[in-house]
């Protein structure tokens, strides 16, 4: 069931990336929670130029147009067969760190890692951001370095104490 919500949050990105690109901003993450019953599919966005210590300037009027687009592209490519929610969302304080990019801007910065399966007996790491390369984030968390594969990273965040 991992694997095929994984393949349709691919998928999904692939679809609504040219959208909100065209808007100058970038598609942060993808996620789908929920049941069958109810899904929602949100989508976290910031314009490209973000900085890591900086808030925000995503609106909600630009929240809503872009929701308004990609609302109408998903009913004509129908990726997700049972009834959903569409959220598109700013990162907010906690921002999201999915990709390499993200995670070397977090470098001397706190943060949240929640993991796909456990990683040396944990799903969750959280410390400073020290290294950022191809395969992996390092990790400080009690004077302790942990590298992370990015195949394991379900999902970072910014950490705010």
């Given at each position: ?25 970038e ?5 789908i929670?929920?049941s069958?019953?109810?899904?929602i ?8 130029d973000?900085e890591?210590?900086?808030?925000s300037?995503?609106t ?13 592209l ?9 009834s ?9 304080v ?24 456990p990683?040396?007996?944990?799903k969750?790491?959280?410390g400073?951001?020290?290294e950022?390369?191809d ?10 370095r ?7 990273i ?8």
């Open positions: 069931m991992k694997e095929e919500i994984e393949k349709l949050q691919k998928k999904i990105s692939s679809i609504v990336e040219p959208i909100i690109e065209s808007y100058e901003c598609l942060l993450h993808t996620e929670t929920g069958s019953k109810g899904l599919l949100r989508l976290y966005i910031d314009y490209k973000w890591i210590d900086q808030p300037k995503v909600l009027n630009l929240c809503s147009s872009i929701s308004r687009e990609i609302s109408a998903l009913d004509v490519e129908d990726p997700i067969s049972t959903y929610n569409l959220e598109i969302s700013s990162p907010g906690e921002r999201i760190l999915a990709k390499k990019e993200h995670f070397e801007k977090a470098i001397g910065y706190n943060v949240k890692i929640l993991l796909k399966e990683f040396q007996n944990r969750r790491i959280i400073e951001v020290k950022v390369d395969e992996g984030v390092t990790i400080e968390e009690d004077k302790n942990i590298k992370i594969p990015y195949r394991l379900k999902k970072g965040n910014l950490k705010v104490f």
